[in-house]
């Protein structure tokens, strides 16, 4: 996986900055300041037009998860879209598409634990097999028999191995702009790659983000608006994402240190990835420099599918950029051949 040297550069800069407010005790950043008043607006501007029934999920370690259900007439009249998110964001990421998929299709969104509205438990490990309870309780919650598995980014192995361990229940596996094994095109965000790697600068770096968590959300503000295509979704979004940053360190930290295990242990299921036989959909956004066109196709290669779309005029955060974009391609019907229309 290569780092641009650009974003290298960016955050080291990003990290004497962590430095600095840890020992000097810098205050909030302003314009960051008053995120949780934007969440909540938005939150209350989604939920007047969107209705939806809120769940809180236990877990089978007693942890608790938090979901939405959307268009619950339509369970059971089709398969039902499990939409996940990735890091450093949360189920808010499908805000703008979940109006659009949800007029004709019972949808599902959900938290991850440690990310968003749902629990945050300090010393726990934060790798794949616990984002691989947070769906098993969701699946096990809804009951549901037939699931589109919708991935981005990080949940990207988690929904893959859900899919190749219950390929009766999946009706189709989509993939926007993921990650699940080794790839030679695979990108790595500054953020990511920094705090990936074991050493003495990200161990400082991290204990800096316990004492100045202000700066740690101005880092990840940073990391994001590199995810974004337009300034509008930076000025809607960024707020709604780094609200609780703070109290998402722990995953972050914890998830990010798994990065490179979990890749290298998927190495070997490629197999299984060409012996899938259900549909595969892959809608990346063409201009994603990280998770990008290439990976794509090394998706589309190791699957044996023939069904990719790369939108144009969308980056990482495909959902936001091109939402309508998105959901006709997940609507479009897949043609004998293995392709699916555009």
Known sequence: ????????????????????????????????????????RHVAAFNATNPHRVHTIKRADGHVINAREFSAPLKGKGATYVLMHGFPDNQRLYDLLIPLLAKTHHVISFDFLGWGVSEKPLAHDYKVSSQRADLDAVIAAFDIQSAVI?????????GIDWALDNESKTAELVLLNSYYNEMPT???????EFYSKPGVLRDIARWGATKA????????ANQLSEFMSTDAARQQFIPIFVHSA????????????ALWPEIAARANEVERM??????????????????????AKSFASQFGTRCIQLLAKAGHYVQLDRPDAVVRALQSPHRASGACES
């Open 274 to 295: 060409k012996k899938f036989a259900k549909p595969v959909r892959i809608v990346f956004g063409a201009d994603d420099p990280f998770l990008n066109p290439g990976v």
């Open 246 to 257: 703070a109290e998402m360190r722990p995953a972050f930290f914890s998830s990010v240190s």
């Open 150 to 158: 919708v991935v981005h980014d990080l949940s990207g192995q988690v």
């Open 186 to 192: 695979l990108v790595a965000p500054g953020a990511i």
């Open 213 to 220: 968590p202000s700066r740690f959300k101005a880092g990840v």
């Open 1 to 40: 996986m290569k780092i641009p040297t650009s974003l290298r550069a960016s955050w080291l800069v990003l990290l004497a900055t962590a430095l600095l407010s840890a020992c000097a005790s810098l205050p909030d950043v302003p314009e960051l300041a008053d995120t949780q008043a934007v969440y909540d």
